[in-house]
């Protein structure tokens, strides 16, 4: 039998140490895995195992891959009866890793996988996307099953599981790419989310308003549309399962409209309370914060938290196309010893232009868009206490010019 073995095996959330762990790249001798945490491993197989387990489908197939090329497989048995999501990180995103997912069923189970009388209960096989760090699982956020190959979502969707039910995962590296990779596994349940949205100057009830329940990362979890007439909404919110408080980011965005987007901090035992959100008309001075988009600090470049706030203000762009904007640039602090206020101020407008550069690479012109920095003077925290005030100061303002 062909195994490779790779040094480390770390499983941060178990908290053991380094270990050898005998890599599979067979059904029958699958590796056992605990579906729980982070898993780092530090290359991937080349080529398949003793067996040739998954051969002969289709290249357009929904379902299957069309052979295993470099593969990988392992085993677990569910531990709660939750929603089970997994997500395979490639540390090279030009890897293309596609998966699928298995019911076990019986001893016989990697003999009938071979002559295909089992089928998958989720795959993709996607191509991948360096945009999104060439990741794929399952995610709540999706409602399909089952991606096919070419251009698509790259998650597929969240598994309802029952404690003790055991399942076998088979990663394929289409090119063979020396990679290494990591696999997280996490569990949701779900909560119901009411509310009704509002303009913000009548009180009258916005129709067809989109709201959305996001992980604060950015990952989409849920996205609902209010109702036409009363305004009101109501959805199955997931909650990351355990009595720690995680926060999301709530947000509605109605056509005509600035966006909303609120942090909500809850935990699987909490109740979430009815929400009412009041958005304004888009109007000439109007000005906004946005708390999402924040950069590293002394640079340019966005935190990973900040891209769907980009998408919100893409959408806002497109939905109304007289729209114009001033994009305000921000830092915290002016610190001699960084360049003082020269370096500040320079800093601030590439956090502006770097806004601008995302919608002008997105299709939307030049001329609806200025930029200007206000350098460490207009804080939202003069000393902040905590990095949270901290990133909060490194912030983008949108302001109304035309409408």
Known sequence: MKRLYLLPFVLFSLNTSAQELEFSSDCATAQEIAPKGNHKF???????????DISGNA??????FQQEENTAWFTFEALSDDYLVFKVYPTDTAADIDFMLFEYTDERFCEDLTRRKVKPIRSNISRYNTDEL???GLSMGTQKEFVRSGPGSHFSKALKTEKGERYYLVLNNVYGTETGFSLSFEYYTTKELKGIVKDEETGEPIGNATVTWEEKHGELLAETTTNSTTGEYSFSAPIKTGNRMREYVFSVDG??????ETVVATSENDTLERLTTLLPKLRSGLKMTLRNI??????AAPLPSSWTSFRRLLKLMRDNPSLVILIEGHTNGCYAGVGGVEHSQRLSENRAFRVKRYLIKHDIVDNRMNTEGFNCSQML?????????????RRVELRVMDY
Do not use: D
């Not at 530090?42 to 040739?52: A, H, K």
């Not at 056509?255 to 909303?260: G, M």
């Open 42 to 52: 530090e290359s991937f197989p080349i080529g398949y195992g003793e067996t040739l």
């Open 59 to 64: 290249s357009n197939s929904i379902m299957y």
């Open 134 to 136: 060439s990741v794929t």
């Open 255 to 260: 056509k005509k409209y600035l966006f909303n």
């Open 294 to 299: 924040n950069f590293y600090g002394g640079s």
């Open 381 to 393: 925290y003069q000393h902040p206490a905590s990095s949270g005030e901290a990133s909060l100061n």
